[in-house]
């Protein structure tokens, strides 16, 4: 799977699992979108903030072929959550889209026998 790296400033100590519980529910999706590159070359980075009343979330994926990176602010951890994996998925298609043009690229980093069968 791919590796993650969770922070989190200024939340509370006891909402921690809740939210890493919640973002492990999103792994498959992008564990599917990601199929075409190793596994061990993918390492998300996810900030959650909670800054006076507001949650701030950012994430920065980096695959072989690209750094993404995608950002959600909500009244509640869950709202902001699912707007940046939505946002964050959507970088990661239009980038594959641009890459499946660039057959140069689209080759490197990945498993040759898999990336006809991607998503």
């Given at each position: 799977?791919?590796?993650?790296?969770?922070?989190?400033l200024?939340?509370?100590?006891?909402?921690?699992?809740?939210?890493?519980a919640?973002?492990?529910?999103?792994?498959?999706?992008?564990?599917r979108?990601?199929?075409?590159?190793?596994?061990?070359?993918?390492?998300?980075?996810?900030?959650?903030?909670?800054i006076k009343?507001?949650?701030?979330?950012r994430?920065?994926?980096?695959?072989?072929?690209?750094?993404?990176?995608?950002?959600?602010?909500?009244?509640?951890?869950?709202?902001?959550?699912d707007?940046?994996?939505?946002?964050l998925?959507?970088?990661?298609?239009?980038h594959?889209?641009?890459?499946?043009?660039d057959d140069?690229?689209?080759?490197?980093?990945?498993?040759?026998?898999?990336?006809?069968?991607?998503?």
């Amino acid at each position: 799977t791919m590796l993650d790296h969770l922070v989190f400033l200024e939340c509370p100590a006891w909402i921690k699992d809740d939210i890493r519980a919640y973002w492990a529910e999103k792994q498959p999706r992008f564990e599917r979108l990601l199929s075409t590159f190793q596994p061990e070359l993918c390492h998300l980075r996810l900030v959650v903030q909670h800054i006076k009343g507001r949650w701030g979330t950012r994430a920065v994926l980096s695959i072989p072929t690209a750094t993404l990176a995608a950002r959600r602010e909500a009244e509640h951890w869950s709202e902001a959550l699912d707007g940046l994996a939505d946002r964050l998925a959507s970088e990661v298609r239009r980038h594959k889209a641009r890459l499946r043009h660039d057959d140069t690229h689209f080759h490197q980093g990945l498993h040759s026998a898999n990336w006809q069968t991607a998503s």
